[in-house]
Each structure stands twice: as structure tokens, then as C-alpha cells.
């Protein structure tokens, strides 16, 4: 009877060790990677064409040049300006789509480990963005396995690994950064480490704006777990340091353009303006259309996607109250990503939220039938989405 009690014990929820998470993780994660340059490198060879930012495409050209082509996107290019030149210094002004939007963290790192390594400050870029991703994932499948158990723990991995992002998370961009910091901070509020999970947030919140909506969850933990007036307070009064990325910026702006909300308001050069939580899907119901903003937003994939993420959101709320820190964190971020005329970068707001990935994995746990099903959703959307990024189409790299 004990021997079988402690073979049941191993298997239930906080049996997986550091080791063994690390290894499965790392499996998911160079599995999901080989395919995806597979895909990427089968579609920028054969149906691309001859433009690339790497020269022309074929096998006769040196790998890196193909592989270029699917790293550096949309995005990438502000990141390098920062990382090589600093923020522009020049009046504040929206005549044009200056670097002010972007947060510090990434590009800096990538100028630092330059400087360090001796590498370029876009390898290096992707070299952190390995390294955010599969931090992301070993901590993710810890953290699931302590709640739910290994079984979930696998699903979770699994269904992160093969995101049909996973082109964003690759590529220089701060995404998978932001997603590995999220997660830690996640994983240190589960165990009322309160300062130190207010210190990840606020790196979170020097990598990408949202990373200041960390506060929501981080609030909401305090007020659950802490019963006692004084304690709350002080702790209440250290998450506050999760709003150090819009400090910081706000400073940087101010130096730079005389505007220190000038990351924010630099959104009209892309036509972006704030208006009521989802106005942009309202008005697409009365004016369907597949590509909106100029061909930067798939106003169906930010739809699906915002769907998805309420319902996550209320099965975790759903659940169990001590996941609501999770529920409230992906509610608010859903709201206000859709909380604009665009639907410009939705997905990757909502597939930077790790609790959604805990959420699926506990709802697919209990039936492999829904597992099956859906796996080859998430694969058919991984293969599409790669391949619509490999062929350089705006909406999805955006």
C-alpha cells in the first residue's frame, strides 16, 4: 500500500522536477523550431520570389540570407534603431513613425550583449529571444505541473511551443523576452514572493508597454493572500514598481521630445487612437473586411484570438479563486488591446499572456478527444501562420 501511495504521489500534482521539465521543454522547443525553419526556409525558397532583406532567395545563396528574411519584420527594424542609435532626438511630431513607442529593455540588451559578446546586435536580439522562449516554457510547465499536474503540465508546453506565433516569438522582437519575465513573475506571485515578483514585473514592464497591466494580478494576489492592514500596504506600495517601464520611458521621451507621454501619443502616425473597448469589432460586423489598417491587422485572427482569450479568462475565474490574480490579468488586457479603431497587434498581445496556456491545459486534461482536436487546430494554424509570415505578409507580422 505505500509503495503504490508513493508510485500515486509521483504522479500527482509538483512531482516533475526542474530537470525534467527543462528536458521536456527543450524537446518542444527544438522540435517546434526545426519545423518552423522548415517551413519558412520551403517557403522562401520556392513561392517568395527574389525579394528578401538577405539578397536573393535560392540554395546557392549562404543560409543566413534566407533565414534573415523571416528574423528581422515590421517591428524589428525600431528595435535595431535603438539598439544602434538611442531613441530619435527630435521635436515631438507624428508626421512620422518615430521609435518613441517601443520600451528599452530589448534593444538595450541586445546593444549591451554586442558590446559584451562581441556578436550583431541582431544576433544577439535573437539569442535573447531564445533564450525568453524556452525560459518561458520550463517555467510554464513547472508552474502547471504544481497546479495540475504533469499530464497538464506537458499540454501546456506543448500548446505554447507550437503557438501559431511562434514566427513572432522567433524573430527580433521583444515578445519572447516579455513572455519569459510574465511567467517568472507568475510563478513568484503563486508563492507570495512579493518582491521579487515585483521585480520581474517591472522588467516585464521595461520590455513592452502592456507589461504595466502585471500590476492587475499582482494587486489582486496581495489583497487575496495578505490578511493583515499593514502588510497588505507595503506590499501593495512595492507593485507600484511594476509602472517603472512607463517612468522610464516617459523620462527617456521627455529628454528626447519634450513629450513625456510621447510613446503614447506617437500612436496616431500609425492611425491608432484609443476608442471604447472592442469599437473596431463593432464596426467590422456593419464592414467585414479580411485586412484592415493598410494591410497591417487580420481583424478574423484578432477576433478569434480576443474569443478565445475571454474564454480563458472565465474558465479561470471560473476554476478556482486562486486563480483569479490570472483571470483579471487576462480580462483587463484583452479589454484594452481591443480598447482601440485597429486591430493591430491583438494576437500578440493575447498570445503573451501566459495564464491562457495554463487555461487550456487544464480544460483539455481531462479529454483526449479535445486534446487531438485541439492540436491539430493549433498545427494547422502553426504551418498557416508560418507560412503567411515566411511570404512576408503584413498582417501577420504586425
Known sequence: MCGARSVESLEGPGSLSWRTVGLQAAGLYAVSRALYLLVGLVVSVFMHGTKSAGGILGFHQPWHAMIFNLIYTSDSAFYHSIAMLGYRHVHFNTSQQYNWAFFPLYPYLTRWTRQVVGIHVVDAGVLWSQIGMLAFLVVLGRFTDRKLGPKAAFLAMLIAAFSPLTPYFVAYRAGALFLGLSMAFFYLLEDSRWIWAATLGALAGLSRPVGILLAVPYLVAVVMKIRRWPP???????????????????????????????????????????????????????????????????????????????????????????????????????LLANASNSFEGVPRFIAELPPIYVAAASWLEPSPRRQWLTLMIVGGFFAAYATLWALGVHAVQN
Not at 236 to 247: M, N, Q, R, V
Not at 317 to 325: E, I, V
Open 232 to 334: 497588505r500596504i507595503g506590499y501593495a506600495l512595492a507593485g507600484a514598481g511594476i509602472g517603472i517601464g512607463f517612468l522610464t520611458v516617459g523620462w527617456i521621451d521627455w529628454r528626447f521630445t519634450q513629450n513625456p507621454l510621447a510613446f503614447l501619443a506617437i500612436q496616431k502616425a500609425w492611425n491608432r487612437h484609443s476608442a471604447f473597448p472592442f469599437h473596431s469589432t463593432w464596426h467590422w460586423f456593419f464592414h467585414p473586411v479580411l485586412t484592415s489598417q493598410g494591410g497591417w491587422a487580420l481583424p478574423p485572427l484578432a477576433m478569434v484570438f480576443s474569443a478565445l482569450a475571454v474564454g480563458a479568462g472565465y474558465y479561470l475565474w471560473h476554476q478556482h479563486p486562486d486563480w483569479w490574480p490570472s483571470a483579471a490579468y487576462v480580462l483587463i488586457t484583452v
